[in-house]
């Protein structure tokens, strides 16, 4: 069996290119997954040169040329429906989504903290400078709320004493890297 993902991003890129090096065109317990695109909302992000590096079809949807956030995610639902989809896997798109995506498209997210601490756009910072003493990495069903839906799988990041934050961030990278594909395939129910 085929089973396609479309991965969106805004910036940087680094889970889209680790994904589809890590799962594209490889197959797990009978199932092949294709990254069958790409939408990105930022004409500047880096994403969009590994995309084309990776040679995996992209589309530039730019937010600002939407009057509302539903019409932007029309675009981004009609879209992903026209590169055909069994999931899609939001690797650090930073748009808040409204049901017209979330009603209409299965998907998940990864967010750099030990859900439920320190949800939002600064989830590495917020982690180092809280009182918690931990960060971490999130998969979770995305829904209607912000880094919210349900956990698919996490871990831990322990902040040692004297680490920099530069260094802490390196370590959720890395994590994030670990775990993102096997979280992908396990929300496509394949066993690995
Ligand atoms: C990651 O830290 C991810 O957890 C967050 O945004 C960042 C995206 O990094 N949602 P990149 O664009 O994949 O390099």
Redesign the pocket.
């Known amino acids: 069996m085929t089973k396609k993902i479309v991965i969106l ?1 805004s ?6 290119e680790n994904i589809v090096n890590k799962l594209h065109n490889k197959e797990f317990d009978g199932n092949k997954i294709i990254v069958s695109g790409a939408i990105c909302n930022k004409s500047e992000a880096n ?1 969009l040169i590994r995309a084309k590096k990776l040679k995996i079809p992209v589309v530039l949807i730019d937010h600002k040329k939407f009057s509302t956030r539903e019409e932007f995610d029309k675009t981004v639902v009609d879209t992903i429906t026209t590169f055909g989809c069994d999931l899609a896997v939001l ?2 798109f930073m748009r808040i989504l409204t049901p017209v995506f979330t009603k209409n498209i299965k998907a998940i997210n ?3 903290s030990f859900l439920p601490y320190c949800k939002g756009s600064n ?2 910072k917020d982690s180092y400078y809280s009182d918690i003493g931990f960060g971490g ?1 999130s998969v979770h069903w995305v829904n209607d709320g912000v880094d919210d839906g349900a956990i698919i799988d996490q871990k831990k990041v322990l902040i040692d004493k004297g680490e920099t934050l530069e260094y802490f961030e390196a370590k ?2 890395a994590i ?1 890297y670990e775990i993102y594909p096997s979280a992908i395939l396990k929300a496509l129910k394949i066993d690995i």
Not at 11 to 16: D, I, K
Request: charged share 10%; no cysteine; aromatic share 10%.
């Open positions: 991003f910036g940087e890129g680094s889970n889209f994403g690797a650090g990864i967010h750099p989830g590495i990495v959720i990278h994030e």
